[in-house]
């Protein structure tokens, strides 16, 4: 049970995204198509989940004072790992893309979870807090995606899902509406745990 | 067109068209936690553009005379960008620490957050993906932070006016400042198609 709670704690209460508002380029920039929000969230979890289980497995070799460049180290050799994988596999959304895959780098969440639970935690609790954060930003990400993807094109990963005689609405793929359902969704997820909490 | 000209155009459009925060969304966790209060947007503009002119310096010196020429281009750029930009700051640090303690006192949030935020390595990563040459990266990476200045203070700005609003509790906090920044960015699409 407590450590179903760890995945839980990253997907609902703490999640990275909207609750803690970190990470929010990659996500804002690729939500709009569900093919590159797919692909970005493997890449996620590509870097996410290894490089939480190297750190915590090195946590009592690493010294205080060189930890950050340690991570960053850690965290850029997955980074070129899963660029260069994405790009070997799914090169026309990678060309996309490019730019936010290779910013994972300096994803704050990644090097955040790094900071505040791999380097404190076992290697089990961390492997199950990268699963839950990946879950937790992907989560966010596709939902966004689907939205504005449908909206806006009338499309689903490329599969024309409304009917031929649907007017898409061009604003929903354009950058403003990244920010727009962001925002909505933020304000969603907080009044929803203020009401929660309130209850209580 | 000449070379100035070129200058120009580069300058325009990696400040204004392209915006860096608007329209291509890096360095965000900045740009919605500090704009809290106009002063403290300020600081980290500054020592935002500082940090990305002269890291723009860095990442090309290392891009071109030692990644392309030993052919480890695609495989160390990341890491080798990174650690340029996160010993930068750190000397940087160390310098304003032993300089100006004052200036430091007053920096001391910002600075180790410039670090891991994406804008900075997004400009080199820009410069390298277009083959900028020397100059041109300089006059990029400027361009980028000015980019970021400017949506800063349009943000903290209403930000600071917001306030004292009476805003239904739905958007209080964070979802506000995402919507305006939606309504701004709307605006800046209107400068898309400026330069041919």
């Given at each position: 049970?407590?450590?179903?709670?760890?995945?839980?704690?990253?997907?609902?209460?703490?999640n990275?995204?909207l609750i803690?508002?970190?990470?929010?380029?990659s996500?804002?920039a690729?939500?709009?198509s569900v093919?590159?929000?797919?692909?970005?969230?493997?890449?996620?979890a590509l870097v996410q989940?290894?490089?939480n289980?190297?750190?915590?497995?090195?946590?009592?070799?690493?010294p205080?004072?060189?930890?950050?460049?340690i991570?960053?180290s850690?965290i850029?050799?997955?980074?070129?790992i899963?660029?260069?994988?994405?790009?070997?596999f799914?090169?026309?959304?990678y060309?996309?893309i490019?730019?936010?895959?290779?910013?994972?780098?300096?994803?704050?969440i990644?090097?955040?979870?790094?900071?505040?639970f791999?380097?404190?935690?076992?290697?089990?609790?961390s492997?199950l807090?990268?699963?839950?954060?990946?879950?937790g930003?992907?989560l966010?990400?596709?939902t966004?995606?689907?939205m504005r993807?449908?909206?806006?094109?009338g499309?689903?990963?490329?599969i024309?899902?409304?009917?031929?005689s649907y007017?898409?609405?061009?604003?929903?793929i354009?950058?403003?509406?990244?920010?727009?359902f962001?925002?909505?969704?933020?304000?969603?997820?907080e009044?929803?745990?203020?009401?929660?909490g309130?209850?209580e | 067109m000449?070379?100035?000209?070129n200058?120009?155009?580069?300058?325009?459009s990696?400040s204004?068209?392209?915006?860096?925060?608007?329209?291509?969304?890096?360095?965000?966790?900045?740009?919605?936690?500090?704009?809290?209060?106009?002063?403290s947007?300020?600081?980290?503009?500054?020592?935002?553009i500082f940090?990305?002119v002269?890291s723009?310096i860095?990442?090309?010196?290392i891009d071109?005379?030692?990644?392309?020429?030993t052919?480890l281009?695609?495989?160390?750029?990341?890491?080798?960008?990174?650690?340029?930009?996160?010993?930068?700051?750190?000397?940087v640090e160390?310098?304003?620490?032993k300089?100006?303690?004052?200036?430091?006192k007053?920096?001391?949030?910002?600075?180790?957050l410039?670090?891991?935020?994406?804008?900075?390595?997004?400009?080199?990563?820009?410069?390298?993906?277009n083959?900028?040459?020397?100059?041109?990266s300089?006059v990029?990476?400027?361009?980028?932070?000015?980019g970021?200045a400017?949506?800063?203070?349009l943000?903290?700005?209403?930000r600071?006016?917001?306030?004292?609003?009476?805003?239904?509790?739905?958007?209080?906090?964070?979802a506000?400042?995402?919507?305006?920044?939606?309504?701004?960015?709307?605006?800046?699409?209107?400068f898309?198609?400026?330069i041919?």
């Amino acid at each position: 049970m407590k450590k179903l709670k760890i995945i839980w704690e990253a997907i609902i209460p703490n999640n990275p995204v909207l609750i803690i508002s970190i990470g929010l380029c990659s996500v804002i920039a690729v939500s709009n198509s569900v093919k590159s929000a797919l692909l970005m969230t493997l890449v996620f979890a590509l870097v996410q989940i290894p490089s939480n289980i190297i750190i915590s497995a090195m946590r009592k070799i690493i010294p205080n004072e060189l930890r950050v460049p340690i991570f960053v180290s850690v965290i850029a050799a997955f980074t070129t790992i899963a660029a260069l994988l994405s790009q070997a596999f799914f090169n026309p959304i990678y060309q996309v893309i490019k730019l936010y895959i290779l910013l994972v780098v300096v994803n704050c969440i990644i090097i955040g979870r790094a900071e505040a639970f791999a380097y404190t935690n076992g290697i089990f609790d961390s492997l199950l807090d990268g699963i839950g954060n990946t879950i937790g930003y992907g989560l966010v990400l596709v939902t966004i995606a689907i939205m504005r993807e449908l909206i806006g094109k009338g499309t689903l990963a490329g599969i024309q899902i409304m009917s031929e005689s649907y007017q898409p609405m061009l604003l929903m793929i354009l950058p403003p509406a990244g920010f727009i359902f962001i925002g909505i969704l933020t304000g969603a997820i907080e009044t929803y745990l203020k009401q929660k909490g309130g209850k209580e | 067109m000449s070379y100035f000209q070129n200058l120009i155009k580069i300058f325009i459009s990696s400040s204004i068209i392209n915006n860096i925060i608007l329209i291509q969304f890096l360095g965000l966790c900045s740009y919605i936690g500090l704009t809290d209060s106009l002063s403290s947007s300020i600081g980290m503009s500054f020592a935002v553009i500082f940090v990305t002119v002269s890291s723009s310096i860095l990442a090309w010196m290392i891009d071109n005379w030692i990644l392309i020429p030993t052919g480890l281009q695609p495989a160390l750029q990341i890491t080798a960008f990174i650690l340029v930009i996160g010993s930068f700051v750190g000397l940087v640090e160390i310098y304003i620490k032993k300089v100006s303690p004052n200036l430091y006192k007053a920096m001391g949030i910002y600075l180790p957050l410039i670090a891991t935020n994406c804008l900075i390595l997004g400009a080199t990563f820009i410069n390298s993906m277009n083959n900028y040459d020397f100059v041109e990266s300089i006059v990029s990476g400027f361009g980028i932070a000015t980019g970021y200045a400017i949506a800063m203070l349009l943000l903290a700005g209403i930000r600071e006016r917001l306030r004292n609003s009476d805003l239904p509790p739905f958007f209080k906090g964070k979802a506000i400042a995402f919507m305006i920044s939606g309504i701004l960015s709307l605006a800046f699409l209107g400068f898309s198609g400026i330069i041919k």
